[in-house]
């Protein structure tokens, strides 16, 4: 072990990360120069990412990254891109977003897929078309992002169990070879890419065939860009809702698969579907959404929605957007009965699968607390018995339960100080929110699932809240999308010394 | 290790155990010879212990008790006892609690110190004197009953991490032998009841020096019945509210003490008070009740309270009685801000100290939860170091801290599953709630609080409640009692097996 963490390696890598941020970039820049907003919004942003990332990359010829500096270079980077990729927002200068930490709010939760927004004004009378693209982009990349995470970083990391990620291409076992990782990493952007065209193909056909007027094509590609990601951020203030039922039915499956492991749905894709009934996480997850839909729709059906089929369509969305962290809308649940809401917020707490681009706990995590539980039961009657822990085929060490088990009380605990320091802020400031809101709130940032309750409901935003409460958001959404121990590490002096 | 477990010897000692409860019983059958009762309201369920009792004792003539007996002995004697002190509800005939689903939850919140209620009307016009007095008898039982459980049986049992209370009397190592524990158990007991008097000598001094008009003898009484045990109950429908600011300054500090560790605070008192700030889990205490008072005073004075002095009066009176579940009110909370609501309800998640006869997560819980985190975060850079967790001059075993961290992950994970089933019944029975009212009538009830929020408020009760929410509400106070494993093993298979 090195004496020291290496300052130099880790930037370098940044900074070859950084100059390629330049690439998306591009795409809203080309936009600009035949539409309405400035070239330079991005052109400047352009710039930053190459001359930054090359002199960054230069600090380190031969980089060597251990353990350590791939905590620091993961956490870095998305706070680094997020950097970057909000510089249009403040360049643009338009509307409540061009606010430095409002632009960083934003852009972090574009990044990290969360998919809450500072903009008290989403319209192109604010905003320019090219500026609310970037917006989607931001998301897509963060999904890119995220697969490489789960695949190549988290399970090296052995983070919060998050080695027990599986995430093997067809025929091949996961291991730390890095061309295997490479290659699987290929194949899942592949099917991530593959999906957002079926996604937008599907988007736009139903517009040209008149089932969605308000699905033209830059809406069908901006929302392409941001449903696999779980992202969630909608050109539309009133994100689903503003189109037709068609629209919300094609989005469903989509939103469905984006919180499934990426890797299990490759190998369903190309000639496995019966893995899919022996993956222990996805039957959970298929269930849950079951059996919460039911609940939610006998709920508002016959009060808020009079039509059966509006009742079965907006439960079914509103469940899936919760728990794969995707936070669109189909209808501002915030008019739905407590009921229902309180069932809502707890489902905030699921999380998509392992391996998806979903944030929150995560399935697999629940289901080995669950294992935790009963193996707790039985040895409190057998101390001396030794019983180990299975999900499907796999044999849970116990030091990957117990990192489990720490991972969602560190969850909780964080989500809970999060709310704490927003409630405390939002007095201060005047600001009188209920415990939903402010629950939600916190739980909505580190879930990076966006929408909450009430004034950060599906139709509102987050500006109200003060720079602090913003920070501390933008802290919440990193962290979370991070696994929480990939960021916090870094913050316990033993990190730095030795 | 037997091969199963021995019914008998449990049902023998559980006699032992109910026979006795004819004693407590007869406190109001005398009082009801002067009085107004019917005496037979408590003559009969005196018979029924005494009968019952002595019919199970002759089970088996010589009770050699395992460790499997020993988690149903204790779960089926808070139940059993409970059934049986429920009786005097039903007999009385009087009121709402004479319905028979009510008269358990109305006992099982005495046993367990909870203190919710499901009479409709306090007052005596309704009720007599005598069976009000045995609900306060009953917290007082309780709460003696908490105090074995502490020093006894618990740490014998392993249970989530309870081996870690250290109730060890003056000068004596706590070990396992029966003389000792006998020994300690008196000891504190003593303890209890010498502080139960002074509070009822202190509260009936402060009426007679004209300081309290409304605490005449029997309320006197009465609520130094139902402070040491973080009981709650109170024969005033406005609770501690009905009293003048006298007597609340009384209870604070005996709330205090009352949630924190009884072994810790008998050494305090005979010669080494010096413990306390050499005891971690008593400073965390006293900085959580500091802290959070400070905030909520923040939030309440100057709108809720206009005079300072009331302010800094309810704000600890109300952050104490939370978070050491005791459960009374000075002042109807539900009226104060929803942020200083908020804070309140994070707190009902804290609970006593252990050894305490608080209920709740328990501080020392937490602080165990907080070190695993810094050693989780420890061995994610360094897997191959091996750090062991101290609190204060403890070295906490692996073992016994995934003890712990499960049992906070099963409480959690046990409110929510209580929350959603109240919230689907209540549903059902058209009772509409908001989240608070929810969440907060499931944590009050698994922590042994007592009141919540809202329809579940200080100055409201739980009679609204479905039946079967009432009986889901028993389950989750009698859980919450036993620290969750204890009552929970005797529901998986394999405890009936082998
Ligand atoms: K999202
Ligand atoms: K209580």
Request: proline share 4%.
């Amino acid at each position: 072990m090195r004496k020291q963490v290496d300052l130099f390696c880790v930037l370098s890598l940044f900074g070859a990360i950084l100059k390629w941020l330049s690439v998306p970039l591009s795409v809203p820049f080309i936009y600009s120069i035949f539409g309405r907003e400035n070239p330079l919004v991005f052109l400047i942003p352009i710039a930053v990412s190459l001359i930054a990332g090359l002199l960054l990359e230069r600090l380190d010829s031969n980089p060597q990254l251990g353990l350590r500096e791939t905590f620091l270079l993961v956490s870095l980077s998305w706070l680094g891109v997020a950097l970057v990729g909000g510089l249009p927002y403040v360049l643009a200068g338009a509307g409540t977003v061009a606010n430095p930490v409002n632009a960083l709010f934003e852009s972090m939760s574009g990044f990290t897929t969360t998919g809450a927004t500072v903009m008290a004004s989403i319209s192109f009378g604010t905003h320019s078309p090219e500026l609310m693209f970037w917006r989607q982009i931001t998301q897509w990349l963060g999904g890119m992002g995220i697969i490489v995470l789960g695949i190549a970083i988290l399970p090296r990391l052995s983070v919060g169990g998050s080695e027990l990620i599986e995430a093997e291409a067809p025929g091949t076992q996961f291991d730390r070879i890095t061309p295997r990782i490479v290659e699987t990493a290929r194949i899942l952007w592949l099917l991530y890419v593959i999906l957002t065209i079926i996604l937008g193909i599907l988007l736009y056909g139903s517009h040209l065939v008149g089932l969605s007027p308000q699905m033209d094509f830059y809406n069908a590609v901006a929302h392409a860009l941001t449903t696999m990601p779980t992202g969630g951020f909608s050109p539309e203030a009133k994100s689903i809702a503003a189109f037709s039922s068609t629209v919300q039915w094609i989005i469903i499956p989509f939103m469905f698969m984006a919180g499934t492991n990426y890797a299990l749905m490759w190998r369903a894709f190309t000639g496995s579907p019966r893995k899919l009934y022996r993956d222990t996480e996805f039957i959970f997850y298929s269930l849950i959404l079951v059996f919460t839909t039911a609940i939610i729709f006998v709920m508002v059906s016959g009060n808020t929605f009079e039509k059966t089929q509006d009742a079965i369509r907006h439960s079914l969305f509103q469940v899936l957007t919760i728990v794969t962290t995707a936070g669109y809308a189909s209808h501002d649940f915030n008019t739905w009965n407590s009921m229902a809401k309180t069932l809502l917020f707890m489902m905030m707490f699921i999380g998509g699968c392992a391996g998806s681009t979903g944030g929150g706990i995560k399935v697999f995590r629940w289901i080995v607390t669950i294992k935790m539980f009963f193996k707790q039961l039985f040895t409190t009657i057998y101390p001396r018995a030794v019983q180990s822990i299975r999900v499907g085929e796999n044999i849970i060490k116990n030091k990957t339960a117990r990192r489990v088990t720490i991972m969602i009380l560190l969850y909780i605990v964080t989500f809970l100080i999060g709310a704490l320091i927003i409630e405390i802020e939002s007095y201060r400031i005047g600001l009188d929110l209920e415990t939903l809101e402010i629950m939600s709130a916190s739980a909505a940032c580190i879930g990076n699932i966006g929408p909450g309750f009430g004034i950060v409901g599906p139709m509102n935003n987050y500006l109200a809240f003060s720079p602090l409460s913003k920070t501390v958001m933008v802290f919440l959404m990193w962290a979370g999308r991070l696994e929480l121990f990939t960021l916090f590490v870094i913050f316990i002096p033993q990190y730095w010394r030795n």
